[in-house]
């Protein structure tokens, strides 16, 4: 895999499609799931669709925390809710305080987000990684991804980012895959401009 095919990767983090994926696992954990599990759970997802699909399932940013990887923007917003003041308040957020309630380190269904923008194969996805980790533990779960995500690296108290290289670099990914996953971000990145204008 070559740096300069690699270092233009970036996705736009779409939040519908987010809230969607996290409204589905919460479904599937019975409407309320552990917090830490929600994040492994939806960075799991991103990182299948990666492998399967050649694409980011909503585009958010990865980062290496003390108990394994994190969606940054995913767990933002969930961390945001109704309590935002009025200088964080955004249509994201408002959009994931309708749906989602944060009580101590468990996230509650409030409203089932509903499947819009996701699409069979996305949901395929989010139901594998669901029926993979179902039977195990948060906490067994934790201690397995540490062990067995390459790209996750131990920050201590503090964040690190995860590259989008260092993910496909842990798929082993060749350099044609990881070029077809930088044409789609293009084509995302083209329609989305096409859409603002």
Same mark, same amino acid.
Request: hydrophobic content about 45%; charged content about 30%; cysteine-free.
């Given at each position: 895999m070559t740096e300069t095919t690699m270092?233009?990767?970036?996705?736009?983090?779409? /939040?519908r499609r987010a809230a969607e994926a996290a409204s589905r696992?919460?479904?599937?954990?019975?409407? /309320?799931?552990?917090? +830490?599990?929600?994040?492994?759970?939806?960075?799991?997802?991103?990182?299948? /669709?990666?492998?399967?699909?050649?694409?980011?399932?909503?585009? @958010?940013?990865? +980062?290496?925390?003390?108990?394994?990887p994190v969606v940054s923007h995913s767990y933002n917003l969930?961390?945001?809710?109704?309590?935002?003041?009025?200088?964080?308040?955004?249509?994201?957020?408002?959009?994931?305080?309708?749906?989602f309630i944060r009580d101590g380190y468990m996230v509650r269904l409030q409203q089932r987000v509903a499947p819009?923008?996701? /699409?069979?194969?996305?949901?395929? +996805?989010?139901?594998?990684?669901?029926d993979e980790w179902r039977s195990t533990d948060t906490w067994a779960m934790v201690e397995k991804l540490h062990a067995s995500l390459k790209e996750w690296r131990n920050p201590g108290k503090t964040s690190t980012a995860i590259a989008v290289e260092d993910i496909c670099a842990a798929l082993r990914l060749k350099d044609?895959?990881? *070029? @077809?996953?930088? @044409? *789609? +971000? *293009?084509?995302?990145?083209?329609?989305?401009?096409?859409? *603002?204008?």
């Open positions: 270092a233009k990767l970036k996705f736009r983090f779409d /939040s696992f919460t479904e599937l954990a019975g409407g /309320s799931i552990d917090i +830490v599990r929600l994040m492994k759970l939806l960075y799991l997802a991103e990182r299948r /669709s990666l492998e399967l699909h050649r694409r980011p399932m909503f585009g @958010d940013r990865y +980062v290496s925390m003390k108990h394994g969930l961390k945001s809710g109704p309590d935002a003041k009025a200088e964080e308040r955004s249509e994201d957020v408002d959009l994931w305080a309708a749906h819009a923008t996701l /699409s069979r194969a996305d949901i395929e +996805v989010i139901n594998a990684v669901h044609n895959e990881v *070029q @077809d996953i930088q @044409d *789609q +971000v *293009q084509a995302d990145l083209a329609m989305a401009k096409v859409l *603002q204008d």
